[in-house]
């Protein structure tokens, strides 16, 4: 994964998320609560995650694979 910040890939050590995957996580959070706890659509997510940070579909791709669990 190539990002502007090599801070943004090391996990923190309270809980082992990096930057990226708290913004991912934080956006997701927040767009349920808006959508009435419905399922967020990928699209969507991604489309307000990059207003945020800057991450390709791919990394993004991969970012939600690792946070799923299967990756």
Same mark, same amino acid.
């Given at each position: 994964?190539?990002? $502007?910040? *090599?801070?943004?890939?090391?996990p923190? +050590?309270r809980?082992?998320?990096?930057r *990226?995957?708290?913004? +991912? ?11 009435? #706890?419905? $399922?967020?659509?990928? $699209?969507?997510l991604?489309?307000? +995650? +990059? ?6 579909? $791919?990394?993004?791709?991969? *970012? ?6 299967? #990756?």
């Amino acid at each position: 994964m190539r990002r $502007a910040n *090599v801070c943004d890939e090391l996990p923190d +050590v309270r809980d082992g998320l990096t930057r *990226v995957e708290r913004v +991912v996580l934080s956006v997701l959070h927040d767009t349920q609560r808006e959508l009435g #706890g419905r $399922a967020v659509p990928t $699209a969507m997510l991604y489309g307000r +995650v +990059v207003e945020q940070i800057s991450i390709s579909v $791919a990394d993004f791709q991969t *970012v939600l694979r690792h946070l799923i669990g299967r #990756g």
